[in-house]
């Protein structure tokens, strides 16, 4: 599975952004897919995943109800709407996938077999 992720950019703090993950090269729904993110020194940490259906969605507590993943199955696409966004959710945001068929919608980096390149988004006044 390849996967391209956009829309990262700089914002304001309490602005908000989407980020899209186009995949290509298998079934897309076979696989859970997920957002993490890394800030410069710092280790890659979850943000949110969400199940092969779409039916179920897991986020960080940081991000908790200002961020919403959801995907298009039959485009392939997987999205995150960030709203309020704060200066602490800058980062390199990455999607991946795990799969096929995964048993569970992991949170854990070592789970996931395909990664994007990653979309910077800045948060700065």
């Known amino acids: 599975v390849q996967l391209q992720a956009s829309g990262g950019g700089l914002v304001q703090p309490g602005d908000s952004l989407r980020l899209s993950c186009v995949a290509s090269?298998?079934?897309?729904?076979?696989?859970?897919m997920g957002w993490f993110r890394q800030a410069p020194g710092k280790e890659r940490e979850f943000v949110a995943v969400?199940?092969?259906?779409?039916?179920?969605?897991h986020y960080a507590d940081a991000v908790q109800g200002r961020f919403t993943m959801s995907r298009d199955n039959a485009k392939n696409t997987v999205y995150l709407q960030m709203s309020s966004l704060k200066p602490e959710d800058t980062a390199v945001y990455l999607c991946?996938?795990?799969?096929?068929?995964?048993?569970?919608?992991?949170?854990?980096?070592?789970?996931?077999?395909?990664w994007g390149q990653g979309t910077l988004v800045t948060v700065s006044s």
């Open positions: 991946a996938a795990d799969g096929p068929f995964p048993e569970t919608t992991a949170s854990r980096v070592d789970a996931y077999d395909y």
């Open positions: 090269g298998r079934t897309f729904s076979w696989y859970v």
């Open positions: 969400i199940s092969r259906t779409g039916g179920t969605t």
